[in-house]
């Protein structure tokens, strides 16, 4: 008997002890729920200006021959190499063999071809039309190898051919990407469901180094209550760009999760509408940029969290030029601005506000920052697909607030079609200039040119640098800490146990 009972309780704890091990199997996640604050308005990069497009598609679905690394470093991509000729005209690329889109077709010359020309039509939709206005011609050089002759000189452009709005599409598929994308990437699109959520699940026989995570969501969130609430639940995994700074802390002491905040390239302005009534005054900008207090913002919008900037570029940039004292918070001095030019007793004027907090939180403040100089703001909030449509598209709008993510955009300063309605000669002159140029130190010094010329302008009322305020499950590795790019790359994510 006694042996009998010693058989029966081996046996059990052998089940349970296959039933233990069979749960862990089970229990180990090689998926994750990244929460997002706006929905794309569709996921083709090439023909949207959206960053929630590239946070959800780059690096993911989509690849370039190039690609933006998490420190901001030019890497080769669907291109294993490539050439310059001696005068720095034409790049030979040598593209990785193998590579397959999503639907099974081959990637090759050709495609490149197609997604190049495409990209740089007189019809492109591509909302960063002019990254490739250098490009004189795009031709193979057998199967696996393309060389791009561009105009002149152009130090920027492998850095551009890393944008998201420079991947590579198949033209089998290309028209439908904005619902349906097909891309070469180590996640491919599964389904949307508008409103709620997004989902990619890993490519099978993806050619490069394969994702570690089998499916990824991305959880439309764009409630700041909403988003706390979800991470506390842990019914989302992660927010790489949490939208409540002012619950940071509350994080911060729970052991479950880990804070990290970072760097972005968003410069976040008082959007100006430079051809709309007051505001093509430089007098009445002047006055604007002396009534804002970039620190008051700051701390009442953004909890504190966010670099002030007096121009459009990056503070952690080392050709970026600190112009934050140029106008400094004068009243008296705003309200004699406006007084010479004609409005003593200032004016009304509307500003629109998407949803993301720095724009509605700071929509508030700066409303009453402008009231104390006579200027009375009707506050306007809308959508995301309404402020494409109306504002960026159509500029109908006076004033808004909005981060540009864009890396290295100053140059739009120089494109007098952009929603700023900003028409300037000498700056349109200089970033011809800056195309053109391959040094480094030369470079850095037209980047400082711009910058004032933009400061001195008065341009847009140039707030704060976005700080990135990545929250995330304390077991997750592989997010990137900061955003050189709009992106949430989940190609080296990983759950630790």
């Not at 699940?201 to 439309?220: C, D, R, V």
Request: some cysteine.
């Amino acid at each position: 008997m006694n042996h009998l009972k010693m058989i029966c309780q081996g046996i059990f704890i052998l089940v349970i002890g296959t039933l233990i091990s069979s749960t862990s199997v089970l229990a180990a996640k090689d998926s994750l729920t990244m929460g997002m604050v706006l929905e794309p308005t569709h996921l083709d990069p090439t023909a949207g200006a959206a960053a929630a497009i590239d946070e959800v598609v780059y690096a993911n679905v989509f690849e370039g021959l190039t690609r933006i690394n998490r420190s901001g470093e030019v890497k080769p991509a669907l291109a294993k190499s490539w050439e310059i000729s001696a005068d720095k005209t034409i790049y030979t690329f040598h593209l990785h063999q193998g590579v397959k889109f999503h639907d099974g077709s081959e990637f090759d010359a050709e495609d490149v071809v197609f997604s190049l020309n495409r990209a740089k039509a007189d019809d492109s939709v591509n909302a960063q039309k002019v990254l490739f206005k250098p490009i004189k011609s795009v031709e193979s050089k057998g199967k696996f190898s393309v060389a791009v002759t561009l105009f002149q000189p152009t130090g920027s452009f492998l850095f551009n051919m890393g944008w998201g709005d420079a991947v590579m599409v198949d033209q089998a598929s290309a028209d439908k990407n904005k619902s349906n994308p097909v891309g070469t990437g180590p996640f491919k699109f599964k389904r949307w469901v508008k409103g709620d959520r997004i989902e990619l699940i890993k490519s099978p026989g993806y050619w490069g180094e394969p994702a570690k995570l089998n499916m990824a969501t991305f959880k439309i969130i764009p409630d700041p209550a909403a988003a706390v609430s979800a991470m506390m639940a842990e019914d989302v995994d992660a927010f790489a760009n949490f939208p409540a700074p002012e619950s940071v802390a509350q994080f911060k002491s729970d052991h479950r999760f880990k804070v990290v905040i970072g760097s972005t390239e968003g410069e976040t302005i008082l959007s100006t509408n430079n051809k709309k009534g007051p505001f093509q005054d430089l007098r009445v900008r002047q006055a604007i940029a002396h009534a804002l207090d970039r620190q008051a913002i700051i701390d009442g919008a953004m909890f504190g969290f966010g670099t002030p900037i007096g121009t459009h570029f990056s503070p952690h940039h080392p050709a970026y030029k600190d112009f934050t004292g140029k106008f400094p918070y004068d009243l008296n001095k705003a309200k004699k601005l406006l007084a010479e030019a004609g409005y003593p007793d200032g004016f009304n004027a509307t500003i629109k506000l998407p949803p993301p907090s720095y724009a509605r939180r700071g929509g508030e403040i700066i409303a009453s920052q402008l009231a104390k100089i006579g200027i009375k703001l009707e506050i306007i909030p809308v959508e995301w697909a309404q402020w494409i449509d109306q504002v960026f598209k159509n500029k109908d709008y006076d004033l808004t607030i909005v981060s540009h993510t864009e890396p290295m955009d100053i140059g739009i300063y120089a494109r007098k079609d952009y929603y700023f309605n900003y028409d300037n000669p000498k700056i349109q002159a200089l970033m011809v200039e800056l195309d053109a140029t391959v040094e480094t130190g030369k470079r850095y010094q037209l980047l400082g040119e711009a910058q004032q010329i933009v400061s001195d302008d008065c341009v847009n009322g140039f707030l704060f640098q976005l700080a990135k305020y990545g929250i995330w499950n304390k077991n997750i590795a592989g997010l990137w800490e900061n955003s050189p790019v709009q992106a949430n790359d989940l190609t080296e994510v990983y759950w630790i146990k």
